[in-house]
C-alpha cells in the first residue's frame, strides 16, 4: 500500500544511529573504564553485537520488502505498445534512487530480468514475504522459458504453506503452466485441477479454490484438447459456462468452442 512504502522509505533515510551511539560509548569505555572486568567487557561486546545485529537485520528486511513491492508493480506492468513512448527502464540495485516507481519495457523478456534483478537486489528470506517472493520469481522464470527453474520455485512455496492457503492456487497454476512448458502434460493437468479440489462431499472447498474454479476449469480443457481428446475438451468448455457465466474466460471459452466446431 502506499502507507507501507512511505513508512519504508521512510526508515531506510533514517541514520545510522545506534551504530554512532555504541561506537561512542564503546570509545569512552576504552578510554576511562578498561580495567574493568573480563566478564563485564565480553557481556558488553556480546549485546552491542546482537543490538547491531537486530538494527541490520530490520534494515535488511525493510530493503527486501521494497523490493517485492518493486518486483510486484513491474510485474504487474503493461507491455509498451508498437511506438509507445515510456519511461527508460531503471536501475534496479539497492543504490538505484527512487525503488517504488515500476519501470516498463517492450518484452516479457526485459520485465521478466527487471523482476529477478529486483527481488536479487534485496533478498526476502523469511515469512510471508519470502514466500510472495517465490511466486514472482516462478512467474519471471515462466517468461523467461526457464521451466526448471520455475517450478522450483513454485514446489517450494508449495511445500511450505497449507492446503487452504490463499495464494496456494497460484502456485499451483504457475507449476503447471512450468510443467507444461516442459512437455509433461499430464503432470500439468494434475497441477490445474488441484487449482480447485473437491472436498470428500463433492463440494468444492476454501474461498481461494472457489476463487480459481473457472480456471481450473479452462486449463484441464484446454490441455484434453491439446492432448487430442476434444469430446472431453468441448465438455469442459460447456460446463465452464453454463457454471461460470461471468468469468472473464467467456469470450476465449467461446472462441475454442467455435475452432471445434469447425
Do not use: C
Not at 519471471?140 to 522450483?152: P, S, T, V, Y
Not at 510443467?179 to 487449482?195: I, N, S, V
Not at 474461498?207 to 492432448?227: G, M, N
Request: hydrophobic letters at 45%.
Amino acid at each position: 500500500t502506499m502507507a507501507s512504502n512511505r513508512w519504508i522509505r521512510k526508515q531506510l533515510k533514517k541514520p545510522d544511529e545506534f551504530v554512532s551511539t555504541s561506537m561512542r560509548a564503546w570509545e569512552f569505555v576504552q578510554e576511562n573504564v578498561m580495567p574493568v572486568a573480563a566478564g563485564v567487557a565480553a557481556l558488553t561486546l556480546i549485546v552491542v553485537a546482537a543490538a547491531s545485529w537486530n538494527w541490520f537485520s530490520e534494515k535488511r528486511a525493510a530493503e527486501a520488502t521494497a523490493a517485492v513491492h518493486l518486483a510486484l508493480r513491474t510485474q504487474a506492468q503493461p507491455l509498451l505498445a508498437e511506438g509507445e513512448e515510456g519511461a527508460s527502464p531503471r536501475p534496479t540495485g539497492r543504490d538505484s534512487g527512487d525503488k517504488t516507481a515500476a519501470p516498463r519495457f517492450r518484452s516479457a523478456k526485459e520485465r521478466a530480468e527487471a523482476v529477478l534483478a529486483q527481488l536479487d537486489a534485496a533478498p526476502a528470506r523469511r515469512g510471508r514475504l519470502r514466500l510472495h517472493a517465490l511466486l514472482l520469481r516462478g512467474a519471471a522464470l515462466i517468461d523467461l522459458g526457464r521451466a526448471d527453474d520455475a517450478a522450483k520455485a513454485y514446489r517450494e512455496y508449495l511445500d511450505e504453506v497449507d492446503d487452504g492457503a490463499a495464494l496456494r492456487p497460484v502456485a499451483q497454476e504457475g507449476l503447471g503452466y512450468a510443467l507444461e512448458r516442459k512437455a509433461d502434460l499430464q503432470g500439468a493437468l494434475t497441477q490445474f485441477r488441484r487449482m480447485s479440489p473437491p472436498s470428500s462431499n463433492g463440494d468444492r472447498k476454501g474461498d481461494a479454490a472457489q476463487a480459481f474454479r473457472d480456471r481450473a476449469l479452462w486449463h484441464e480443457a484446454r490441455l484434453l484438447e491439446k492432448r487430442g481428446k476434444k469430446a472431453d475438451a468441448k465438455q469442459r468448455y460447456e460446463t465452464l459456462l453454463e457454471k461460470f457465466a461471468a468469468s472473464p474466460l467467456r469470450d476465449e471459452v467461446q472462441g475454442r468452442l467455435a475452432a471445434l466446431a469447425e
